[in-house]
């Protein structure tokens, strides 16, 4: 028995097992959440200015929801009516503090100028300018809809939004729950989009845009973002499934949904593997297979009550002829084929592994003439082709000279990201970004172990998805899509939120 005395961070008591209902707050920033979450990934993955508008939209409303004082009353609780002040809930929050020191960064680089940005026909160039030494430099006049410090700032403010929305927002378990259910449902829908796309071999991305090139998948104009995005919900159905298992046993029911989050686990996974993006899907693949394993181990060992383990052994079965027929009937062949292959992607020598090698190399040396605050938010397209020309397979691409007989040099290639998004944070912002990502990924480490996620296996695969997007951030650019960026910070935040409400039962 648990005592009724104990903490409690949001000042509701233990829920019941009487059903409450939400509180309309509540149940107005869930659905503004999931109209931000759900859109994204099938309005081109975030890529564009419109949708990030919108989604910057969205999390204010979400925010400013989050902050209205409520009055809870005992239909929504078991005590007596309480009236929430969610403000000083927020001013508890570190994260709320860290990103207000980060924009104060942003805004700082955009305001004290090292570089104006300057077009003419047929090109633009840089026009040095003498920032104030002692501040953090940036670049003005880079066009928006390329990318500028004002951009990322706008990107940056929608994840601040929505966190802190999240944090102060959600009170009780059942609202964390729906929102990653719907999340990890919707990131289905996503990789059946690109089942049927592989199988209809439609060249346009849902069917309805002209794709940029041939490498999309679903509402991802760039295949491995749509990758990326389902390495979180692979982990987060597999999470789910866990979580069903586990309340299951407690208590003592026969049958649960856990092996229909499985299911469509290995649905999302076969999607992922048609995306062909190599990196997130062997990563993908590794991480499903440890936690079957451990799960099969559980099962043997450790399991009590529950669903009949030969139940669960004929479900397992099953699972696994249905995932046969469909990595069968869909040709997966081309999938092996690119895992056979030394690059990383066969339609574009530019993007080797060996590219990507130079890529970050003059990234570095980028950072490194700049190494205390960074080049400035949002200026890597534009400084960086000073340092990409000392290396000359990323500078420049070649094609073939039918009357010399030979490769020849084209154009300068184009490189709008780092494809390390490591290195280009360091370049960008410096020491001190690095140090804000270390103070951030230090918080929920310490919010982890509050919560008692280790105790909490469902809870550690949820969050093992945000931990492949980071692993992949290393040899490409998830964390500069805002699509993958917002799901992966919600996951985080809605995850903690949930294990944080469960251990203060």
């Known amino acids: 028995m648990t005592s009724s005395s104990s903490r409690r961070p949001t000042g509701l008591p233990a829920e019941s097992a009487k059903h409450y209902s939400l509180h309309p707050l509540e149940r107005t920033l869930a659905a503004l959440v999931i109209a931000l979450l759900v859109s994204q990934p099938w309005m081109l993955g975030g890529m564009r200015v419109w949708p990030q508008i919108i989604a910057c939209t969205l999390a204010v409303l979400a925010f400013i929801v989050a902050l209205i004082p409520r009055t809870i009353t005992e239909l929504h609780h078991a005590g007596g009516t309480l009236r929430l002040n969610m403000g000083r809930k927020l001013i508890r929050f570190p994260f709320f503090w860290l990103g207000l020191l980060w924009f104060a960064l942003i805004i700082t680089q955009n305001l004290n100028p090292a570089w104006s940005y300057e077009s003419r026909e047929g090109g633009w160039f840089l026009t040095a300018i003498d920032p104030v030494a002692w501040l953090p430099p940036g670049i ?69 845009w002209d794709a940029p090139t041939d490498y999309f998948a679903a509402g991802f104009p760039y295949k491995n973002h749509a990758g990326e995005f389902l390495c979180v919900i692979v982990a987060l159905c597999l999470g789910l499934a866990w979580w069903h298992m586990r309340s299951a046993e407690r208590a003592l029911k026969k049958s649960h949904p856990g092996m229909v989050w499985v299911l469509v686990a290995v649905l999302t996974l076969v999607g992922q593997m048609l995306t062909y993006a190599r ?57 092996w084929k690119k895992f056979e292959e030394l690059k990383l992607f066969e339609e574009n020598t530019s993007v080797s592994v060996s590219s990507r090698r130079q890529a970050t190399a003059a990234t570095l040396d980028m950072a490194a003439t700049q190494p205390l605050f960074g080049h400035g938010a949002g200026c890597f397209r534009y400084i960086f082709p000073e340092y990409q020309q000392h290396y000359q397979e990323i500078w420049e691409t070649q094609r073939w000279d039918g009357r010399l007989k030979q490769f020849v040099p084209y154009q300068r290639l184009v490189w709008e990201f780092a494809h390390n998004d490591y290195a280009q944070l360091w370049a960008e912002f410096g020491w001190v970004g690095v140090g804000f990502l270390a103070f951030a990924v230090g918080g ?26 980071a692993a992949t951030a290393a040899v490409d650019f998830p964390f500069h899509n805002p699509a993958v960026l917002c799901i992966t910070a919600a996951v985080i935040t809605l995850t903690l939120r949930w294990a944080q409400l469960s251990s203060k039962r």
């Not at 690109?194 to 849902?206: H, Y």
Request: proline content about 1%; aromatic content about 8%; some cysteine.
């Open 140 to 208: 003005k006049g880079a066009p928006f809809a390329w990318m500028d410090g004002w951009r990322t700032l706008m990107i940056h403010a929608t994840v601040w939004f929505v966190v802190c929305a999240l944090w102060v927002g959600i009170t009780r378990r059942k609202t964390a729950q729906i929102l990653l259910t719907t999340v990890a449902l919707n990131g289905v829908l996503v990789a059946v989009a690109v089942i049927m796309q592989r199988l209809t071999d439609t060249k346009k991305l849902l069917w309805l």
């Open 444 to 469: 929920v480490i310490i919010a982890a172990r509050r919560a008692g996620l280790t105790s909490q296996v469902g809870f550690l695969i949820m969050l093992g998805g945000p931990g492949l997007v």
């Open 279 to 335: 990196a997130a899907t062997g990563i993908a693949v590794i991480f499903f297979v440890i936690v079957a394993l451990a799960y099969g181990l559980r099962m043997l060992f450790f399991s009590r009550g529950g669903t009949h383990r030969l139940v669960t052994a004929a479900s397992t079965v099953l699972l696994l002829i249905l995932t046969t027929v469909a990595l069968t009937q869909l040709e997966t062949d081309k999938v």
